[in-house]
């Protein structure tokens, strides 16, 4: 932390550390994404495989963890970027991600918001949520921030909780 001393103002000294911390990670190259267990730290591309989580069937990226897209009002997706990389980490992958028996969901690489390349299915990016501690929770299922509603994705490709292909809005409001 960068500690200059103003008259009595610990407060700038936090927003100081913070802002040479955030210059640290853009430097370092930026956004926060998974590159353990087959994903773009491994040189190869990302495997999607399903598990039973507490919201059903669900797509679980390299790291084993449920994997989630952002989607808006209308259910279009919503990019996530700055900030809510911190919560919402990309699904990193070097190629077109393999999906495991079972998984139907058509799979491809998309841009992700630093440039980098992230997993999506049926075109939607995926996103771990950082709130969920191990393989087999859905804690982001349902949640509504940075601009929509999280909605973890099924073997098929749609969305949990949806009839059809467009997702309803989950009832939690969380930052």
Do not use: E
Not at 28 to 46: F, L, Q, Y
Not at 53 to 66: I, Y
Not at 111 to 120: E, I, L
Request: proline share 4%; net charge neutral.
């Amino acid at each position: 932390m960068i500690d200059i001393r103003f008259a009595g103002t610990s407060t700038m000294r936090l927003l100081l550390g913070a802002t040479a911390v955030a210059t640290l990670v853009t430097a370092c190259g930026g956004a926060a994404t998974d590159t353990s267990g087959g994903g773009a730290g491994t040189g190869g591309a990302a495997t999607i495989s399903m598990t039973q989580a507490s919201s059903g069937n669900v797509l679980t990226g390299p790291t084993g963890k449920t994997v989630y897209t952002l989607l808006d009002s209308s259910g279009k997706p919503v990019a996530c970027t700055s900030g809510c990389l911190a919560v919402w980490p990309a699904v990193a992958t070097s190629g077109t991600p393999q999906g495991v028996t079972g998984v139907t969901a058509s799979l491809s690489a998309v841009s992700a918001s630093d440039g980098s390349t992230q997993a999506a299915a049926n075109g939607d990016p995926l996103y771990y949520y950082s709130g969920d501690s191990s393989a087999g929770q859905s804690n982001g299922q349902g949640l509504m921030s940075f601009g929509g509603t999280w909605y973890a994705i099924q073997p098929s490709g749609q969305k949990v909780g949806s009839s059809g292909g467009t997702a309803t809005p989950g009832s939690g409001y969380h930052y």
